[in-house]
């Protein structure tokens, strides 16, 4: 049974779309693009190759946070955005990284010069869907970030900027805190007691 190929650039488009214009070799493969056709795709200019196994349609325009949908991908989708990278997400804060940082469970084994890994399991609850990745909720980042005994001010300025967005409350993100990481809370209290008003 031959495979209609409009019908296959559309379902590789509705699968692209909702990963930020990203796909594997193996979601390719799934859909119906043999190994040949895959690397016709890349010579032809179709497909831009990532890296190993991983591919993006040429003519995607680029949205702000696409780049997450990508390392979701190479985290085969085991890593959450978290720390730095969701700040970003979520449009809080000034901090910055060169890293992604990605939430991964214990025993993770795959390793990027690019990525920044936390393992730890993340209950459901500090975790919200974006189109093509997961990311921590505005409260479970802070205390990630407050846990790595940030500078005060900073930190101050990221709760201010996440309560002024309506994302948080000083109540609840002090008891998940006090849940999560009690070091965490200590440093999120004197951030709330510097925070502007």
Do not use: C
Not at 56 to 83: F, K, N, Q, Y
Request: proline share 4%.
């Amino acid at each position: 049974m031959s495979i209609d190929r409009r019908d296959l650039r559309r379902r590789l488009f509705e699968l692209a779309s909702a990963q930020g214009g990203y796909f594997t070799s193996s979601q390719a493969k799934e859909l119906g693009y043999s190994h040949q056709a895959q690397a016709y795709h890349v010579k032809a200019g179709n497909w831009r190759r990532i890296e190993r196994g991983m591919y993006r349609l040429t003519e995607w325009i680029p949205g702000t946070h696409d780049e997450l949908a990508r390392w979701t991908l190479w985290s085969r989708g085991r890593g959450v955005v978290s720390h730095e990278s969701a700040l970003s997400a979520h449009g809080i804060g000034e901090f910055e990284s060169a890293y992604v940082h990605l939430t991964v469970p214990p025993g993770f084994t795959m390793r990027s010069d690019a990525v920044a890994l936390h393992r730890t399991e993340l209950p459901a609850d500090d975790v919200s869907e974006r189109l093509g990745y997961r990311v921590t909720t505005p409260v479970r980042t802070i205390i990630d970030i407050a846990a790595q005994a940030p500078d005060e001010e900073q930190l101050a300025r990221v709760i201010s900027d996440a309560r002024r967005a309506g994302l948080i409350t000083h109540r609840r993100l002090r008891s998940r805190s006090e849940i999560v990481a009690p070091k965490a809370a200590l440093h999120i209290e004197r951030a709330i007691q510097q925070e502007t008003p």
